[in-house]
């Protein structure tokens, strides 16, 4: 891998125009994308991991791992290259030269989102919220996406000042689990043979496969930061540093958990548990109440469900931006210069979505979006390459690209059909907005030039 020298060094900061303010700084975009990746996926979905894997929970968290660097290093070239609000749909835009494909990419990475957040605002109400606050599910979950909006609303500075906060706590909760899992291990109580073992009469690749499908949505959430690009310093430096390290963080951190996890509980208990990490605190037995974990885990979601609403509300800034979706969504509070009318539109949209379907299916439908979107991305970086621009950027080896393209296609061969049904429903829906949108373009202009 390499940074090209396209340019001068006053053009290599990346530092074009903007109606967002720069203030996301390489350490705060680490941290972002660090914080959207350790979510709900690890804290929730293991157990489920587990059924796939069995005891060798880590060897799937591995594989996607892979399968995500893969991917994230098109994105580090397209990004530096283009460090615009908008993301995966201007790659698409400037790759393919046609409006309803960047249209497509961008409602799949949009729609993946909004989705997203809504599986984060079920999780939040679930069973962790209730180990120590006993209140109906569904409002729960409404009241948690109004305050999420609120605090996107104040501006990038504001919610990524919390992102800071809510990142050392939930790796400080991971952490825990890491230490806890080896006390037990440690004192004898575990068995660290589980980790090597498969479910009886299942073959390891075809488990490895089906667990690295769920163990993707862990480290989806990478991508999100490509459409705060606009809003980074120098974003062909911070970008590609903040990109590697934060994955490859979290990867490790997960993998241990993985490990600890799974040395340290019976398979059974983990596939038995919505909190699965909440049962190596309980096996653990030190004097922890397991509410103190349960608001970790809570904060955990909470950070991921801020972090992907602002990228749901960038991307659709941006897409506005562009002419694919009404020209309204792209309004700026002129003081706090956060695009206030798409946060309460996805807002409104995650609530809504919140009240059909539950944690596993939201997250497998959230990564058949995204495998769209990185099959548009990873193939953009190719057809791309030979687009020089006026700025220093970061260049990956063709060979990753193409290795992303067909890991990509491997993890949609293992989605269920009724994963894809909920998912072209969804792209359905997006390609009647693109032609109505387009038609109302064409009837304003009509009626501008009448008036002429």
Known sequence: MAVSTEGSQGDAEG???????????????????????????????????????GGAIWLPLAVALV??????????????????AGGAAVFARRAYRNDLVSFVVG?????????????????????????FLDVPAVPAALVFLGLVAALNLRGIS??????????????????????LGAVVVGRGDGDVGRVMQFPEGVSPLPAV?????????????????????????????????????????????????????????????LTASSGPLLEVVRVADVGLPPWVFGLIALIAVANGALLTSIMTSRLTYGMASEGLLPSVLGRVLP?????????????AVSMALALTGDLEILANTVVLLLLV???????????????????????????????????????????????????????????VLYFVTAATRRATARRAGSVR
């Not at 399968?67 to 615009?84: H, I, N």
């Not at 729609?111 to 999780?123: I, K, P």
């Not at 003081?335 to 807002?347: E, G, K, Q, Y």
């Not at 063709?398 to 393209?405: E, G, M, Q």
């Open 209 to 269: 496969l089906g667990a690295a499908l769920l163990a993707f949505y862990s480290f989806v959430g990478f991508e999100t930061s490509a459409n705060v690009a606009e809003e980074t310093v120098n974003p062909a430096r911070n970008y590609p540093r903040a990109l590697f390290g934060g994955l490859l963080t979290a990867g490790v951190v997960y993998v241990l958990v993985g490990l600890t996890a799974s040395a340290a509980v019976p398979t059974e208990q």
């Open 107 to 131: 409602f799949c990475m949009l729609a993946a989102g909004l989705v997203s957040v809504a599986g984060l605002a079920l999780a939040f109400s679930g069973e962790y919220l209730r180990s």
């Open 67 to 84: 399968l995500a660097l893969l991917t994230a290093a098109s994105y580090a070239e397209l990004v530096t290259k283009y460090p615009k």
């Open 373 to 431: 979107v990185f099959l548009s991305t990873n193939t953009a970086v190719l057809v791309l390459r030979k687009d020089r621009v006026d700025h220093d950027h970061f260049r990956t080896p063709v060979v990753l690209p193409v290795l992303a393209l067909v890991s990509c296609v491997v993890l949609l061969t293992q989605q269920e059909a009724g994963v894809w049904i909920r998912g072209l429903l969804l792209l359905g829906l997006g390609v």
């Open 15 to 53: 530092e074009q125009d903007t109606a967002l303010k720069r203030a996301i700084s390489g350490k705060l975009l680490f941290l972002f994308i660090l914080g959207d990746v350790l979510g709900a996926g690890i804290y929730a979905l293991v157990g489920e991991m587990a059924v796939e894997a």
């Open 335 to 347: 003081n706090r210069r956060s695009p206030w009318v798409a946060i309460l539109v996805t807002t």
């Open 158 to 179: 504001e919610s990524l000042g919390a992102n800071v906060v809510m990142t050392v706590i939930e790796l400080s909760g991971l952490l825990l689990v890491i230490v």
